[in-house]
């Protein structure tokens, strides 16, 4: 190809001039590629938006709604800010869902596979990058929630501070949780490959699972629904010990291996399947 | 260089391609011609690892395409124009493309003067006619300076000036030494743009050959004549195995003699010859002939099968 410059010189047709670096594909060049892409699409913007928006609007309503002379007891200031995540759930895994079922649905996923033909990176790049941004603009948000929401309360004097044992904890829970739900959109999507039946799928696991769940025997129905995504992942945002669910950090911890499995599933079937 | 052998794929019980085999060579224009649902998407998308062959093998420059640490600059591809986020600029997708390989951003740069999308480079592709998403496919093509390019029916939906401009990029990218494979629709195209022909047909190749023979495959070459008494003439040459048409401006259309066996007969009678001239077919119908051929056999081994 590296023929003599005369011919090539000769033709008005294209002004294109010769690049003859020559660099293998590598994770960080993938990683690279993903935040442009990610930060290249309008429905990310609005998602991430919708998603700051939801977790500290709704934390410092649902705050400053409260009404009450005393400290009722199981009263939880810090899970009350904190409302707005349950929320900001939806924004956060259909964008995760997005992400990989915009690119199926476009044709896109052909550009990015030919230009990666191992494949795997591609999707580990993009739950990578998508679970950072995720937190670093989740983390803020929950903050920020928390201290308005504080703020509010502490004029009927129910509020607390990040120094309360487990506030903190709370606060960066329910960030991780979000990230969490977002990886599993972002699994979900990459196994099914379609929006519709991934968002219908991420919404079954995250709501409807749990109210079947719910309409089992009170023993079974309690017994299960702690091992549930949305149950054991939100766990890490109470600060009051709740019997009924799991720990905070292994309810967390368990909430990741749902999209864990989801990605896992995803990245078998990325390899053996046609694009 | 791509090298095509025994190559199959099913998709179910529907055989996209079915034991095709060809080499597509450096330093020239092939173009890969058949009728729609013959394969050739198919065939490129196989080139590319994106689906895996049912049975057989397809390497580029020596490696099945997935075995290559650097592709883009290995192979440039357009495939169908669909290949494009619609939500995103031209600039990030051809940057994001970039990234992956460690390409510098005034490469993306360079590729969007050359194609001529600078003015609309930062707004979202789903926006783009037809002809700006070609040029947008054949930026991203062109963007790792690739030893082989694979073009997806590149002409479609360009003004005669964008084909034109086609026409001498992939003649000037051939001149540079690479393989060039590009699929067509359009005959009058490739017969002016490539130098060799791939042709399919429901899967199973056709012809594998120089345009020069492909054209003389013809096996009834037609010569046209006019001259002052086409009834007389007409008349003189009509005989077992000739066949004699009447065109229009009283011209004769000929097939089953030559032009001197046609100038002979006119001189003998007297007749005065206004024009005589052999017409090589077109393109376009040695292509329909052949491919006309593909599907009937098809048609009535499906039917046999049936039975």
Known sequence: ?275 | MIEVRGLTKHYGDRVAVDDLSFTVRPGMVTGFLGPNGAGKSTTMRLILGLDAPTRGSVTVNGKPYREHSAPLHEVGAMLEARSVHTGRSAYHHLLALAQTSGIRRSRVDEVIDAVGLRAVARRRAGGFSLGMGQRLGIAAALLGDPRTVILDEPVNGLDPEGIRWIRTLLQSLAAEGRTVFVSSHLMSEMALTAQHLVVIGRGRLIADTGMQEFLARDARPVVRVRSTGPDALAALLRSPGVAVERAEGGALQVSGLTTDQIGRVAGEAGLVLLELTAQQASLEEVFMELTQDAVEYRASATTGAAR
């Open chain 1, 1 to 275: 190809m590296t023929t003599d410059t005369g011919t090539a010189a000769a033709a008005p047709v294209p002004a294109l001039p010769r690049y003859l670096v020559r660099q293998r594909v590598t994770l960080a060049g993938v990683l690279r590629s993903e935040w442009t892409k990610l930060r290249s699409l309008r429905s990310t913007v609005w998602s991430l938006s919708a998603a700051v928006v939801l977790i500290v609007g709704v934390g410092a309503l649902v705050a400053s709604v409260r009404r009450g002379p005393a400290r009722p007891t199981g009263f939880d200031p810090t899970a009350i800010s904190l409302t707005g995540v349950y929320l900001a759930q939806l924004a956060v895994g259909v964008l995760g869902v997005l992400l990989v079922t915009g690119e199926y649905a476009t044709g896109m996923i052909r550009t990015s596979l030919a230009a990666v033909p191992r494949r795997l990176p591609v999707l580990w790049a993009k739950a990578a990058v998508f679970a950072l941004t995720t937190t670093a603009l989740c983390l803020p948000a929950t903050v920020a929630a928390f201290l308005l929401g504080q703020s509010v309360l502490s004029a009927q004097h129910l509020g607390t501070t990040l120094g309360h044992p487990g506030a903190a904890r709370a606060v960066l829970g329910g960030a991780l949780f979000l990230t969490a739900v977002g990886l599993l959109g972002l699994g979900l999507g990459a196994l099914l490959r379609n929006t519709a039946g991934a968002v219908s799928a991420l919404f079954g696991l995250l709501f409807v699972l749990p109210i079947t769940v719910g309409f089992l025997p009170g023993d079974w129905s309690e017994q299960l629904n702690k091992y549930l995504p949305m149950a054991a992942g939100t766990a890490i945002t109470d600060v009051l010990p709740d019997p009924t669910a799991l720990g905070p950090w292994s309810g967390l911890g368990l909430c990741f291996l749902y999209p864990a499995a989801a990605l896992g599933l995803a990245a078998r079937q990325l390899r053996r399947r046609d694009a």
